[in-house]
């Protein structure tokens, strides 16, 4: 449904309602990866979770070891010299509301001392307003604060909608317009309970992508996940002092 300053793209209305159609169709038959936790490194662990949509379900991966979860994993584990054992809680499809009613809860029983959050997509795919989607990100925050371990959190960002294989103009316009709304929205929570968030380059290469054009494959995910282990950094400096998960 457009949104009252999108109403510039009314003549567009039926493209846009077929090209919504078939993408959802089209971007709809890869499966989730089948693992869901996993551990990497050696030594004492902290707990990692991410948290969110069909990014953090594996969507895109064969497994999640190749996925964004697993490979922030990793870098994590690798650059702090510790061990990270981490569960993947996520749901295709998921928007932020979802995201805060059913999953932060699973997350949070978790008790993770680093969250990986994506959340957006769907968002800007159902017309959240910004401001809205604001309010539940920082909910999300506020709730993921009350673990036991209090995480730091790393939104992954959203990415730039326009460039996305899969979607042809004008629904590649209008999403991408939605996507770097919602992304502003965020980045005016930097900060906020320490929480950092993830700016995508304007454009992502065609390679990064998985074979729908939409979810990221393993090479995008290994970008991705290079940007958000940089946002645990000051995080990590002394990531085994108590020596507890």
């Not at 939605?178 to 992502?204: C, E, M």
Request: aromatic share 6%; charged share 20%; hydrophobic share 50%.
């Amino acid at each position: 449904m457009l949104k009252r300053d999108e109403l510039r793209w009314l003549p567009w209305a039926p493209l846009l309602l077929a090209e919504g159609l078939y993408a959802r169709i089209a971007t709809a038959r890869l499966p989730p990866a089948g693992d869901v936790e996993g551990r990497a490194g050696v030594g004492r662990a902290i707990r990692l979770v991410g948290l969110g949509d069909s990014i953090v379900a594996g969507i895109g991966v064969p497994t999640h070891s190749v996925g964004l979860v697993g490979q922030v994993s990793r870098l994590v584990a690798s650059r702090a010299g510790i061990a990270v054992e981490w569960t993947a809680v996520g749901q295709s499809g998921a928007t932020s509301a979802l995201v805060l009613e059913r999953l932060v809860p699973r997350a949070i029983a978790l008790e993770p001392r680093l969250v990986v959050l994506s959340v957006g997509v769907n968002d800007a795919v159902a017309g959240v307003e910004p401001p809205l989607f604001k309010e539940r990100l920082a909910a999300i925050v506020d709730a993921l604060a009350t673990s036991a371990r209090r995480p730091a959190v790393v939104f992954g960002g959203i990415p730039p909608l326009e460039t996305f294989p899969a979607l042809p103009w004008p629904l590649s316009r209008l999403l991408g317009d939605r996507a770097r709304r919602l992304q502003q929205a965020a980045v005016d929570l930097v900060g906020y309970r320490s929480l950092r968030v993830v700016n995508f380059p304007r454009r992502i290469a065609a390679g990064g992508f998985a074979s729908d054009g939409f979810h990221p494959g393993e090479a995008g995910c290994a970008a991705w996940a290079q940007w958000v282990a940089d946002g645990f950094a000051l995080s990590l400096e002394k990531p085994a002092a108590t020596g507890r998960r």
